[in-house]
């Protein structure tokens, strides 16, 4: 299926990821180096979390570790930050001091345990040879089953946000962010000092309004063209059985 | 064109053409070009109706951004997987996917990921996936072939309608007015001109998604060149010789390594571009937010409004007849050339050096194109915006001032060399 050589790295990266990935499982390791730090951080939690992402780099680059970083962060944008104003907001009426020490640990203790796990689970996730299986599953004649169908589909969909719709919105973000640029460099000293209270107000809630539209821009070109695809894939031949293989032969 | 005219029908808005096409494939994609709303209505119109397989009527179907129609990541695989519904053995098989690969002049670009195909290189390798097809396919939708395909390609398009003809099998052609017409639009207006002077130093692209490590991976080098030129310009080059990945490195929208200068009119300034596919460009942003990108949208719709009433007044001198306008009320939304307008206003608020139009004639008629293009030029160059068209038409030969062919020589299975060389009493240093 794979080339020996590349067969061997992939086996290999797997097996390093596995490892690193295990106390993430197993959480043994966590009960027994629980000095804090801080409330919520751990001197283990930190150190897991630099050799896991000191994993990712070393396996497989500083542009796949850059493209985690990024991911898990946005990712916590709206899950901490969010999620701590929702949370916060819900129990407005009993905010307290106890409130704050209660609630904000286990934030920090999530936020460490994103940037642990959701770079691992990426980078692991871009060196499964999905290319090679899918060129392994188009070269067989005895037919492709319904699971391998599935299989195809996923991996369709998963190539299609890595290869098109993600490079095609941030090539769409850089080529707009000429924007700002030619406006800050338009205006006159006095006026940028003037306007830099309200560029940080315009900033952050043009900042909201891209967040929600890339997410659901994102969300749309990801599936629009799965039910085609799913017809295509539908249309490759079944897998046949034992029998129907030996009655040909 | 080896076409009957009853084959082909056409239409004079780019979205009752889509409607059309949806209708031949079942509803199968959803209007993303009707706003987000109409775009989750489609999807679980889909979802309730279960997938109506269209096996029973074997079709084979080329979209207009003929990427929708492929199910897989690479050529290879696209082709594998077609050739597998009709082979079941391995070397006639693979001798099959050998001779469709170098027919259809794909070989080079055999393992590339679909996304780093150019728009033409994708529209051959859906034409190679039709003529596999038509061993069991009995009818062939096509939908606006005519735009990314480059004329020397165009042979590849004619053998496979006769394919199917010759076989007594339903060929349909959805095509907007005038699409396949080649004749030259002439230049009444005399056009003013802006010097634009461009050059590449050393520059490297990356041909890659960012997941990917970095062995086996290709790239694309731009042979240093000191381009003069005289806007408006015309890119002109066969498909995948990198007209496209040339607009992005000018736009500063792809990473890449080395250096550019753009110059015009005696100024250092900095490229703006619409992509090839507008719509994937929009990233379904309506009108109103479209114009807000801009930190001046009361300058957007200004300019907006200014191109508008040339395009209008253009428009209505060529044919007489304001129903040719090209704008509808269609799912209370504004048409493709309306968002094509907005999105030149935006980028011309941000006074840039030059605007790059990728095949600006896609999604709209001969008319409008021509009305549209000439509307943006006379705009641009009264605020000293330099304009280059990357188009494969004949149409604008007339109305440019200068042109730029490209070339492309192959380094190895995956890296390629762009040259460029400027037209007419224009030189090139190198």
Known sequence: MLKNNRMIIWILKSFLFAIVFMPSFTLYFNH?????????????????????ILTVYILTGSRVLILCLTAVSLLSISVIFFGSIISCLINFSSISNNYI??????????????YTVVPLAIAFMSILPFKEYENYLLRRFKG????????????????????????????????EKRNNDIYYSANLVEEATVKNYQS???????????FFDLSLCSICFSIEYVPLWVLEISNLPSKKKFKEIKNER | ????PKMVQYFGYFEEREEAFRAEIMNLIPRKYAGTKNFWIDMKTIQKDELVILEDNCLSYIAANPQDALAFNTPSQVIRAV??????????YEKEYRTVLEKYELTNNENQPLYTLSGGEKVKLAIAKCFIMSNYSKRLIISSPFSWLAHENMHMLNTLIKVYANEGKEVKILALNGENDDSIVPNNASNSQLNLHIQFENVVLQLKSNIEDDDNQGKAIIKNADLNLKSPCLFKGNNGYGKSLVSFVLSKSIK????????????????RMIFQDVLAQTLLRSFSQLSKTSLDPEKVMKIYNEILHCYKTIIYDTCKNMDFIGFKDLYGQKTLLELKIVMVACRLSSSPSVIILDEPEW????????????????????????????????????????????????????????????????????
């Open chain 2, 363 to 430: 999604g709209l008629t001969k008319a409008s194109s021509v009305a549209l293009i000439k509307a943006i030029i006379k705009v641009a160059h009264s605020q000293e915006v330099a304009i280059i068209i990357i188009s494969h038409k004949k149409w604008w030969d007339k109305i440019v001032n200068s042109s730029v062919s490209f070339q492309k020589k192959i380094l190895d299975s995956n890296s390629f060399i762009i040259e460029m060389n400027t037209e007419g009493s224009y030189n090139v240093k190198k």
């Open chain 1, 144 to 175: 492709i089953s319904l699971f391998e169908k599935i299989l195809l589909i996923i991996t369709r969909v998963f190539n299609h946000i890595i290869y098109y719709v993600a490079p095609n919105i941030l090539r769409v973000i850089k080529e």
């Open chain 2, 256 to 271: 890449y390594d080395g250096n550019v200068t753009i110059i015009c009119d005696g100024f250092i300034g900095f490229g």
């Open chain 2, 1 to 4: 064109m080896y076409f009957k």
């Open chain 1, 101 to 114: 020490f209660s609630y904000s640990p286990r934030y920090i203790s999530l936020l460490i345990n994103m």
């Open chain 1, 32 to 52: 027994n180096f629980n000095e804090e730090i801080i409330k919520g951080l751990t001197y283990w939690k930190l150190l897991y979390c630099s050799i896991a």
């Open chain 2, 83 to 92: 050739l597998l519904r009709g082979y079941n053995k391995s070397n006639v």
């Open chain 1, 200 to 210: 940080i107000r315009l900033k952050f809630r043009k900042l909201l309004i891209v």
